[in-house]
């Protein structure tokens, strides 16, 4: 069974700081891209950032300059580094992973984090 847990999230100041982490634990063989989503109440869930297996980082033009992303693969494990927040970056993050496992590859979500920024 392979398990996605988030932490790091929490309720910061606008212009704050913030790093979420995720780690993958499980029957692991190997893993694709990682990411991190998020859905704020009212509103669809959306990609914030993902990093592939070689490193190769995409964000969504609203946290572009404000968040880098970043991978362990030795770890199975990947950050999310958000700077200089904005009310409107207050959501539920998830973390998500495309996970081959004994046989066969999955994508996987964690459980989300709250992050709360105040004006």
Do not use: F
């Not at 190769?56 to 199975?76: E, L, M």
């Not at 904005?86 to 539920?92: F, G, I, R």
Request: aromatic residues 6%; charged residues 15%.
């Amino acid at each position: 069974q392979v398990q996605l847990m988030e932490s790091g999230g929490g309720l910061v100041q606008a212009g704050g700081s913030l790093r979420l982490s995720c780690a993958a634990s499980g029957v692991i063989s190997s893993i694709n891209a990682m990411g991190w989503h998020r859905q704020a109440p009212g509103k669809q869930r959306e990609l914030v950032a993902v990093i592939t297996n070689a490193g190769i980082a995409d964000y969504a033009d609203s946290v572009k300059g404000r968040v880098t992303i970043s991978r362990d693969n030795a770890k199975n494990t990947v950050s999310l580094q958000m700077n200089s927040l904005l009310p409107e970056d207050t959501a539920v993050y998830y973390c998500n992973a495309r996970i081959r496992g004994s046989y066969y590859v999955n994508n996987y979500w964690g459980q989300g984090t709250q992050v709360t920024v105040s004006s």
